[in-house]
């Protein structure tokens, strides 16, 4: 019974070291084959017209993704992501100020246990950092995996669409 009790503490142990020492990076690239929720969509995709793909290092690698787009509505759709970002990129040239005021996560997956919930939270803070963004919406699928993974991370659902789900995280 000790050694089964100093297991789960190690256990224990080890998952907060990890996300004691991880950090959230933006990346140039990341492999779409991974991702469970998009892989359709390709690098040229997630890293054009003010989209941004994050990831959480830890000890050189990356443990969790997210991916969106600066947005000043609430895409329904991939197809609406893809216009709304292209021209929230347009609009903020013309007028040289940021992209968006929404940051609009497409896609999240982890590799580690908690990577999920830590990308999401360090996300969330460094939108709230941001002086342009006022909002972090997700694009989620329709499941139910997706609407309690939101959900107990703090988000609201704004609403259920034809492709997606819209959830809200309050900054």
């Not at 089964?4 to 020492?21: M, P, S």
């Amino acid at each position: 019974m000790i050694k089964l009790n100093q297991a789960v503490k190690d256990k224990i142990e080890n998952f907060f070291d990890w996300i004691k020492g991880a950090e959230l990076i933006e990346l140039k690239s990341c492999n779409i084959n991974e991702d469970p929720v998009r892989p359709e969509l390709d690098i040229k995709f997630r890293t054009s017209y003010g989209r941004k793909i994050f990831g959480v290092k830890y000890k050189k690698e990356i443990c969790a993704i997210m991916c969106f787009g600066y947005t000043n509505e609430i895409p329904k759709n991939v197809e609406e992501l893809d216009l709304m970002t292209k021209d929230a990129h347009l609009q903020s040239t013309l007028r040289d100020k940021n992209v968006g005021k929404i940051a609009v996560a497409y896609t999240v997956w982890s590799k580690k246990r908690g990577g999920g919930k830590l990308i999401v939270r360090e996300v969330f803070k460094k939108i709230k950092k941001s002086n342009h963004l006022n909002r972090l919406v997700t694009l989620s699928p329709l499941t139910d995996l997706a609407r309690k993974f939101h959900l107990r991370n703090g988000a609201t659902e704004l609403q259920v669409n034809e492709e997606s789900q819209n959830f809200e995280y309050k900054i």
